[in-house]
């Protein structure tokens, strides 16, 4: 249990909270404020954001997608190096923060930013930003990682680094009021699975990092179950508050990391636009099934203290199924579609892919080649 | 629920992270160590540090004594001063750390560094400082507060300011090795009364927050059931993260604090010399029968979540009776001595200290009067 862990982002937490940026963000600094397709306009998170921004001088860049294309952003880099951009602030959710970390790299750099996700260049100098919250789902608004496409070449990648981690961050969850069910339960299923990528690996000592992760899925599980009561100032702080903490790098520390699910989930979204938290729970169950070996002790401590399985030598087959029952009952598949080709066309697809991307030896005992992939893909058809 | 929270200290924690430090002060940095009785040179910790800082300019104070008192640090203030050290290294445990915190915000004041204490002068800037932690008991080395006592007095006052929060701190299980039995009973109880002062209050909707305080007091309570394996790298490392959890600012975030146990404590440290956490211990039990009222409903949750107690009208009070049979268990006394007084003469000599130090409304809910005080003094020593 050796680590080092800070985490420097400033947590503006609460209703209303969107006026602090006023003073957050020095009163000299050029502004560029990201967002995505304009949903901030109607909930009134826009104006909430411009009134703040009153006094600096401000700019915006709108239309980054879900799952942000280099192509799209690069053109935000440009208008970072050409109005000489001090300061970026990204309004939005996953996508759109992890957009602007890239941006914030890029402009930093004076080759083509797509070097930063193939690792030719290391990212150690970037524009500051931070972030407005608007989808608690990926942590991003408070971490140093990101994940952006290449459109071109179907590419998913990410990247991290200290220099693009936000400033600060704003949780209002007031600004989920007029979020689509869909997201709300995509953010659910986002978080969960970021906490179990680094809870459902080998047993450690770490007992402090193992009960604040039950912490977090009983929380999740609890908002899952009590859906119907999503339009509710409780529901909402505690599904933002959680989601957050599922990945700023605390339950994380001084633990193994798994994110396999993460890496073979990317390609589904690459190749068919399947949602992120929906790829992750069609491959996640089979994968914990396949890599059982490994995955046996912490998933019975995990029905145990998460679900109230009583003790049994199928406790962990069962608390598989109990995750699986969580995602049915929010309407999540957990079976690969075959996106309208033939079974066999779709898997090779995606074993092309993690190919191509390296994606070869994956989890946190390198157990998942690329055959284990295949078998967790056989397994999530069947 | 509303809050910002930002913890900068940047941990590194584990076995032989001492050696860390050489890198994160800057080399060009004249350092000031400051250290207690000296048990740091019996340790090892002292040579660890010294190989370190090799390569730096660096000069020691040592003879911080426990319940660091403003004339012994006024001593370290003229040095820092004197000899423009850039840096300060605290090497100890909290009252070393709580000491430094005063050193290093005095040294950057040009009147009496007691101005800080009573509130005469707000701490803005000090002398940049960190912490190699040798007792995990107070978080004090990743966070803002510190305690300082004036002798000639027998005042005992906090205080609090981002600009004395450590830089980074160095949480290396391998110290506690050598300390003595006594130390580790007192860290235990410290972090657990940390932990209550911050969820022993009206319940909230903060279910983050609430699992994540019964995670370390869970923890905690294992620890001193499992007190005779306390030579062992896993009980260590698990005692030292959830001391430094405990009061980090995380799980106080956004909900209500209590800490009149701790104000009401630090008299009798202030009076007899009482070691901090057996304070803490001695008026706890009683505060929480006397507050009954506003405690009821979170020490039913604590029984569930953290004893595992069965519901029933009493379970607030049982809860009560086993927080003070994990107490007993581990040697630590939950009843007022007399002191060598009579009993009125020590409750007299403590109220009036209160009353002297403006601590006349504690508690969360402003309840706790000077006559409060006075009955759970009462039906401490019954």
Redesign the interface.
Known sequence: ?????????????????IA?IKDAIPADQKVLVIYGGGSIKKNGVYDQVAEALTGHEWSEFSGVEPNPTKETLDKAVAIVKDQNIDFILAVGGGSVIDGSKYVAAASKYDGDGWDIMIGKHQVTEATPLAAILTLPATGSESNMGAVITKAETQDKLPFMSPAVQPK?AVLDPDVMKTLPERQLINGIVDAWVHVCEQYITLPT????QD??A???L??LK?LGEQFAERDD??WR??LM??AN?ALNG?IG??VPHDWATHMIGHELTALWGVDHARSLAIIQPSLLRNQMQFKRAKLEQMGRNVFGLESGDDLAERTIEAIEAFYHQLGVATQLDNYGESREQAIDAIIDQLNKHGMTVLGENQAITLERSREILELAVS
Chains 1, 2 share one sequence.
């Open positions: 249990m050796n680590f080092s862990y800070v985490n420097p982002t400033k947590i503006f937490f609460g209703q209303q909270q602090a600060f000592d770490a007992m402090v009960g604040y039950e912490t977090l009983k929380t609890m100032d409780k702080a505690n508050w959680s903490q605390l520390s001084g």
